[in-house]
Every structure is written in structure tokens, then in C-alpha cells.
């Protein structure tokens, strides 16, 4: 595969890092600290083109490729984590799956605003008692005719207190099991839906994560995704090209906790030298810089393939989990590089140790992503 990248795939990172260090940095410590939204960041994300980034241009979007969209995604990730997630979730997520599934009304009623940006949207899977194992939907859509009645509750929902549509994932017949399962879009402010407390996270704290309850809501006909019982086979296909946009955001949390590492250890003197003197610190930088392009090369093969028409649900799920284990390995190392500063906020080195956890849990733990690749190479 060639990974050299184009003109347009060069300033496209470019214009992604440009903004990551004069829009995203400044704030990134008191947003952590606040658990404050990024609403003004998440703006001009839109009016760059960054939340529809594989949208067709006639909805709104960009036009552009995969391997652009992880571009951006690191480029992000190597600064605010909590943004870039949002940027995935709307893009690889809901904009993706609205435009590969959605009906040319559906397109034309949501899709130019949340590739635009104008709204973001969330996807919502997860339950109390449904993580990895999501074919235990308790949340019930029950076919009235003209309209669903929708009734459960949803956890862990990114972009739950700020999104404007939601495609939420439910039973509708119990009998037929994960084929019995539809994908509805819900708009914020149906009667009956009600949004829960925002979660106190460890890290992506300027991510809004709610907890969403559906009390009857009646959602039209017109709003279920694909045929009846499709929306199992939607959340899975959705979910195959999540990963590579996290697999991307955890690329760029361990790509921005090394060039910090870097940095410090050449500025940093112990013992009358600069630490990277040091054998042990150059080995631990020797060692990420490894990793991080090993976990590169993945990404890039993982959206080449998507991008090429391929199956991808193999390669993104090996990027997701080495890019996930790099994130956490690396920021681990970049902290102990910066010694005491390591551990205190000004060097962002802490924050993006802790945002890295994430990379292992959401859109399929590291177990799952195993239990993937195990059955694709197994069958
Ligand atoms: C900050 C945040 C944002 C999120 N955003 C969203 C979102 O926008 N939309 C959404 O739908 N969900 C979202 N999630 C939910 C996330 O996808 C789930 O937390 C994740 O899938 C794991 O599910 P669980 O928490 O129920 O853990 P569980 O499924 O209970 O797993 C617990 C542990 O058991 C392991 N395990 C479970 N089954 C197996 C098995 N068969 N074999 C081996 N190990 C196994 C898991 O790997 C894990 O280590 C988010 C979560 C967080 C924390």
C-alpha cells in the first residue's frame, strides 16, 4: 500500500494541526478542568469542514476521503481529545451512517446540518445492560402504525446534552432478537425524551457524556433507518468504521504526549546533561517512536481499505486496539520523561495519559476488538 500522502491530504493535516495549536490548545486545560463543552471550538470545526469531512459536498460536506478525516483526527487528538471524539462521533458515526443508510429525506432533513455542523449528533447504543454485549437491548420500540413508541434508557451517550439528532438503536421485536432491532433518528425536544446528568469522567472531560431516558416517545415511521429489524446491522456497520476514526484520536493522543516527551527531554538537564542523554529516556523515546508509526501504518491500512471499497471491519479493529494500547504505553512514558511536571497540569502530558483510557473502552473494548480480529483470522 502506498501511504504517501497527497498535496490536498498534506494541507488538509496542515490546516488541522494549525488549528489544533491556535484554537484548541489556549483552552484545553480549563475546559478538562470545568468539564466545559467546546462549543465555540466545535463552530468553527464546522465552518472547516471538519464535522462533515466524507459528507458529498451536495449535503454539506467536504467530499474527502478517509485517510484525510484520521489526518485530522490526529492532528486534533494530539491536543484536545475531547473535540476530536466529537469530530469522530459525527462524522464516522452519524453523518456516515445517515448518508450510507438514511433515505433521501432523511438526507436532506439532517444531514446538511450536521455535516455543517449547524447541529452535531449523537449515536446511542449502550445501556445499563447493554456494553459489549449490545444485541441486550432493553430500550423498546414498539410499532404503532405510523410511529415507534419508544421507551428505555440509553448510558454513556457523547454529545448526549448537546446534540440536535440522535440515531438511537432499540427492540422492536423481542422474538426475532438482534434481527428485531431497529435504528431510529430522534430529535432533540420530542415529547417524552428527556436527557440525564452529565457523567464526572477521568478523561475527555470537555466531552458531553449523558445518560438519555425515552419516556413514549413517539417517533414517526418515516425516521427508522433501513428496513424493518435493520438496525442491529447498522449500529455494527457504523460502529466497523468508528473505530478507525478512535483508533486515529488514540494515534494522536500518543503522537502528542511523544512530541511533548521529545521536546522536554532535550530542555530538561539532569546530572549536567539534557535527559535525552540519558540512555533509559532515549530508549523510552526510541521505543514510542516505533509504536506510534507501527500504529500509524495500521490506521492508514484500515482507512485506505475503507477508502479502496474493501473490507475493513479486520483493519480497523487491529488499529483500534494497537492504537488504543500505544495511547496508554506512551502517555504512561511521556509523563515519567517530564518527571514531577509529568504530574502536574501545565504540561498536558497528565491529561492526555488519562484521555487515552478511553481509546481502550469506547466503540468495542480492547477484549472485543480481539474477539473481532480472533473470528475474522479464525473462520
Ligand atoms: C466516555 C464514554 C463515552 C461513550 N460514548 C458512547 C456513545 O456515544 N454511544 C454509545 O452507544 N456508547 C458509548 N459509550 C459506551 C461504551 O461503548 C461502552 O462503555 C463499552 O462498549 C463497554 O461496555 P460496558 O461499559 O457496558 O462494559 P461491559 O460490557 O460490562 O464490559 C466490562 C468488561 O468486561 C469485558 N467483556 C465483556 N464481554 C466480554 C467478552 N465476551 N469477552 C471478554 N471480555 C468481555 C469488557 O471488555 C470490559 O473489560 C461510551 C462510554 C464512555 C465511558
Excluded at 33 to 40: A, D, I, L, S, T
Excluded at 287 to 305: C, F, G, N, P, S
Aim: proline letters at 2%; hydrophobic letters at 40%.
Amino acid at each position: 500500500m502506498d501511504f504517501k500522502l497527497t498535496e490536498e491530504q498534506e494541507l488538509i493535516k496542515q490546516a488541522a494541526r494549525d488549528f489544533a495549536q491556535n484554537e484548541l490548545l489556549p483552552g484545553v486545560i480549563e475546559r478538562d478542568e470545568q468539564q466545559k463543552f467546546p462549543k465555540e471550538e466545535v463552530r468553527k470545526m464546522g465552518e472547516l469542514g471538519f464535522l462533515g469531512m466524507m459528507v458529498d459536498p451536495k449535503y454539506g460536506g467536504s467530499g474527502l476521503d478517509t485517510l484525510s478525516y484520521v489526518l485530522v483526527m490526529e492532528e486534533l487528538s494530539k491536543v484536545d481529545a475531547s473535540s476530536s471524539v466529537i469530530v469522530s462521533v459525527n462524522n464516522s458515526l452519524v453523518c456516515w451512517g445517515l448518508e450510507t443508510y438514511g433515505t433521501e429525506e432523511q438526507k436532506e432533513k439532517y444531514l446538511h446540518k450536521l455535516a455543517t455542523g449547524e447541529i452535531i449528533g449523537a449515536f446511542c447504543l449502550s445501556e445499563p445492560e447493554a456494553g459489549s454485549d449490545a444485541t441486550s437491548q432493553k430500550t423498546t420500540a414498539i410499532d404503532k402504525g405510523d410511529h415507534y413508541l419508544l421507551n428505555g434508557t440509553k448510558n454513556w451517550i457523547t454529545n448526549g446534552g448537546t446534540a440536535g439528532v440522535y440515531l438511537v438503536i432499540a427492540q422492536t421485536d423481542k422474538d426475532k432478537k438482534h434481527r428485531g432491532i431497529n435504528a431510529l433518528i430522534v430529535e432533540k425536544g420530542m415529547e417524552g425524551f428527556e436527557i440525564g446528568p452529565k457523567e464526572n469522567k477521568l478523561g475527555i472531560r470537555g466531552s458531553d457524556t449523558h445518560s438519555l431516558l425515552f419516556n413514549d416517545v413517539k417517533v414517526p415511521k418515516e425516521n427508522r433507518i433501513g428496513e424493518d429489524g435493520f438496525g442491529f446491522k447498522f449500529a455494527m456497520k457504523t460502529l466497523a468504521g468508528g473505530r478507525i476514526g478512535i483508533a486515529a484520536q488514540a494515534l494522536g493522543i500518543a503522537a502528542g504526549a511523544y512530541e511533548l516527551a521529545l521536546k522536554y527531554s532535550k530542555e530538561r538537564k539532569a546530572f549536567g546533561t539534557e535527559i535525552s542523554n540519558h540512555q533509559a529516556i532515549a530508549f523510552k523515546l526510541a521505543d514510542m517512536h516505533t509504536q506510534i508509526q507501527a500504529a500509524r501504518l495500521l490506521v492508514y491500512q484500515a482507512a485506505k481499505e475503507k477508502d479502496n471499497g474493501a473490507n475493513y471491519d479486520l483493519s480497523g479493529a487491529m488499529a483500534k486496539l494497537y492504537a488504543s494500547q500505544v495511547a496508554m504505553e506512551t502517555t504512561v512514558e511521556a509523563v515519567q520523561i517530564h518527571g514531577g511536571n509529568g504530574f502536574v497540569k501545565d504540561y498536558h502530558v497528565e491529561r492526555l495519559m488519562r484521555d487515552a483510557k478511553i481509546t481502550q473502552i469506547y466503540e468495542g473494548t480492547s477484549e472485543i476488538q480481539k474477539i473481532v480480529i480472533s473470528r475474522s483470522i479464525l473462520k
